[in-house]
């Protein structure tokens, strides 16, 4: 019975504390932005859709703004993909009328 209230209770309330400050003092590097941001463009890893992905880095960039973590872009492909995750992009799977231009 105890095996079960341990796994009921986990992380103690201290493990809990430390686990959150750890995860709030790490700062926002670029290789991991970027590796968020391009899973939206693999064909072979497409667990998540777009909109997920954008509200995840929002999300990564809102909490960096507010624990007063720097955010350094060196590389302009994060800009650009951030970019081109923000248009839009007709459903393949719609059937247009002949003739339809879609530019």
């Given at each position: 019975?105890?095996?079960?209230?341990?796994?009921?209770?986990?992380?103690?309330?201290s493990?809990?504390?430390?686990?959150?400050?750890?995860?709030?003092?790490?700062?926002?590097?670029?290789?991991?932005?970027?590796?968020?941001?391009?899973?939206?463009?693999?064909?072979?890893?497409?667990f998540?859709?777009?909109?997920?992905?954008?509200?995840?880095?929002?999300?990564?960039?809102?909490?960096?703004?507010?624990?007063?973590?720097?955010?350094?872009?060196?590389?302009?492909?994060l800009?650009?993909?951030?970019?081109?995750?923000?248009?839009?992009?007709?459903?393949?799977?719609?059937?247009?009328?002949?003739?339809?231009?879609?530019?």
């Amino acid at each position: 019975m105890s095996d079960l209230n341990y796994k009921e209770n986990w992380p103690t309330e201290s493990d809990r504390n430390m686990f959150s400050r750890h995860c709030l003092e790490v700062p926002l590097l670029e290789p991991a932005f970027m590796w968020v941001l391009f899973q939206a463009f693999s064909k072979e890893h497409n667990f998540f859709t777009v909109a997920e992905i954008l509200d995840a880095t929002e999300m990564m960039v809102m909490k960096a703004a507010l624990h007063g973590a720097r955010i350094e872009i060196s590389n302009s492909d994060l800009i650009d993909s951030l970019f081109r995750l923000a248009e839009y992009k007709h459903p393949e799977n719609i059937a247009l009328p002949i003739g339809y231009n879609l530019f």
